[in-house]
């Protein structure tokens, strides 16, 4: 290998996954380069370049979607690694996301909500095998609870020859018979996206009937979605990174430990107003975890939601802890934290200005509850989202 490696980048930047590897891709160069990178726009579905079979370089990494490609990649016999493992039997190794966090993320924040009953939205079976896992895991914890969890997986259809109208309509036809009120996991944001649509059509209120949370977490699609849609952040700047350091071993010389390394657990949830509901029987019990979300911001203590509780008092903080499994004060900071960690992500504002904001009163507090909690400051969290 030449002092500075030649590195191609087949990774497209249409989705917030794509551009979060490329930024720890540029991380790891930063930190440990320089590289020469090879990069030019590139669409997940497109072909391999035609120049990659002449292509005089030192390692690739690639986002793998087809045979085609990866047997493209393979034949330049160059140090190689997959960011996408949506091919399980190609000899490429595979740096990804461990979905068994994410599901688990994705069923706890939903049965936080008292939710009862479940539902997963995916992709066909077979067309990545990524989303069948996080289907499988989330059934698998949805039947742990004694439950059943209704899915849709598209079987019935394919994007490429059924229009999207038609595809809405039978989204809707199937959430029009699922008991409600019910909360979805989809595969991914534009999972996510296709069944807030199709509530609408079928008439049913989100958050309220249908509780909906996505995966990945891209800002863009998750805000032009209406509601704003609930996405789990797996974390791709990490992936991007030791995907790189990686490669850079195998140039050098080295060997991949084992076909496929599985990274997690994902960054946190982003809470937006798909999953904003609560079903729980216990209706003051719900009044008050209610009024601790729409208020925990506002430097809410304690005693201020005991004070409201119209009957029994005494009670509420065990009822509380009965429904959610943890006490009024520990369900505040939760969602303070909640709401400081969406602020450190998608926001430029001050440390200070976003304390203030997620209900706490000093700065040095709030640096203190966030590093509890999170095992970091507030400033390395937010520099992680920048990487």
Same mark, same amino acid.
């Given at each position: 290998?030449?002092?500075?490696?030649?590195?191609?980048?087949?990774?497209?930047?249409?989705?917030?996954?794509?551009?979060?590897?490329?930024?720890?891709?540029?991380?790891y160069?930063?930190?440990?380069?320089?590289?020469?990178?090879?990069?030019?726009?590139?669409?997940?579905?497109?072909?391999?370049?035609?120049?990659?079979?002449?292509? $005089?370089?030192?390692?690739? =990494? !690639?986002?793998?979607? /087809? +045979?085609?490609?990866?047997?493209?990649?393979?034949? #330049?016999?160059?140090?190689?690694?997959?960011?996408?493992?949506?091919?399980?039997?190609?000899?490429?190794?595979?740096?990804?996301?461990?979905?068994?966090?994410?599901?688990?993320?994705?069923?706890?924040?939903?049965?936080?909500?008292?939710?009862?009953?479940?539902?997963?939205?995916?992709?066909?079976?077979?067309?990545?095998?990524?989303?069948?896992?996080?289907?499988?895991?989330?059934?698998?914890?949805?039947?742990?609870?004694?439950?059943?969890?209704?899915?849709?997986?598209?079987?019935?259809?394919?994007?490429?020859?059924?229009?999207?109208? $038609?595809?809405?309509?039978? =989204? !809707?036809?199937?959430? /029009? +018979?699922?008991?409600?009120?019910?909360?979805?996991? #989809?595969?991914?944001?534009?999972?996510?996206?296709?069944?807030?649509?199709?509530?609408?059509?079928?008439?049913?209120?989100?958050?309220?009937?249908?509780?909906?949370i996505?995966?990945?977490?891209?800002?863009?699609?998750?805000?032009?979605?209406?509601?704003?849609?609930?996405?789990?952040?797996?974390?791709?700047?990490?992936?991007?990174?030791?995907?790189?350091?990686?490669?850079?071993?195998?140039?050098?010389?080295?060997?991949?430990?084992?076909?496929?390394?599985?990274?997690?657990?994902?960054?946190?949830?982003?809470?937006?107003?798909?999953? $904003?509901?609560?079903?729980?029987?216990?209706e003051?019990?719900?009044?008050?975890?209610?009024?601790?979300?729409?208020?925990?911001?506002?430097?809410?203590?304690?005693?201020?939601?005991?004070?409201?509780?119209?009957?029994?008092?005494?009670?509420?903080?065990?009822?509380?802890?009965r429904a959610?499994?943890?006490?009024?004060?520990?369900?505040?900071?939760?969602?303070?934290?909640?709401?400081?960690?969406?602020?450190?992500?998608?926001?430029?504002?001050?440390i200070?200005?976003?304390?203030r904001?997620?209900g706490?009163?000093?700065?040095?507090?709030?640096?203190?509850?966030?590093?509890?909690?999170?095992?970091?400051?507030?400033?390395?969290?937010?520099?992680?989202?920048?990487?």
């Amino acid at each position: 290998m030449r002092d500075t490696p030649h590195v191609a980048l087949l990774i497209e930047t249409s989705r917030e996954y794509g551009r979060g590897l490329l930024r720890g891709v540029a991380r790891y160069v930063q930190e440990h380069g320089p590289w020469s990178i090879f990069f030019e726009p590139h669409g997940l579905d497109d072909a391999p370049p035609a120049w990659l079979a002449d292509w $005089d370089g030192d390692g690739i =990494l !690639a986002r793998v979607n /087809s +045979e085609r490609t990866a047997d493209a990649i393979l034949e #330049t016999g160059l140090p190689a690694v997959d960011v996408r493992g949506a091919l399980p039997d190609h000899r490429l190794p595979f740096i990804g996301v461990d979905n068994r966090p994410v599901a688990e993320m994705a069923f706890n924040h939903l049965r936080d909500c008292g939710i009862r009953h479940y539902g997963f939205c995916g992709t066909p079976r077979g067309e990545n095998p990524n989303q069948d896992l996080r289907c499988d895991y989330f059934v698998r914890l949805v039947a742990e609870q004694g439950r059943d969890c209704h899915t849709w997986l598209g079987e019935q259809t394919s994007q490429r020859t059924t229009s999207w109208e $038609d595809q809405q309509q039978q =989204l !809707a036809a199937w959430l /029009s +018979e699922l008991p409600l009120p019910i909360g979805i996991m #989809t595969c991914h944001d534009d999972r996510g996206q296709q069944v807030l649509d199709a509530c609408r059509r079928a008439g049913l209120a989100v958050p309220d009937e249908v509780a909906v949370i996505g995966v990945d977490n891209d800002p863009y699609l998750c805000n032009l979605s209406t509601p704003p849609l609930t996405s789990i952040d797996v974390n791709p700047s990490l992936i991007g990174y030791e995907s790189a350091a990686l490669l850079s071993r195998l140039m050098a010389g080295g060997r991949a430990e084992r076909d496929a390394t599985l990274l997690g657990p994902p960054r946190g949830i982003a809470p937006r107003r798909s999953t $904003d509901t609560l079903a729980i029987d216990d209706e003051e019990v719900a009044a008050a975890i209610r009024f601790v979300r729409e208020n925990a911001t506002q430097g809410l203590r304690v005693t201020d939601v005991i004070q409201r509780a119209a009957r029994a008092p005494s009670t509420l903080e065990r009822r509380v802890k009965r429904a959610l499994g943890r006490t009024i004060k520990a369900e505040i900071t939760r969602v303070q934290m909640a709401r400081a960690k969406l602020l450190l992500s998608e926001t430029e504002q001050p440390i200070a200005a976003i304390a203030r904001r997620a209900g706490f009163g000093e700065p040095k507090y709030f640096s203190e509850v966030f590093r509890r909690h999170e095992g970091v400051t507030p400033s390395q969290f937010r520099s992680g989202f920048r990487d």
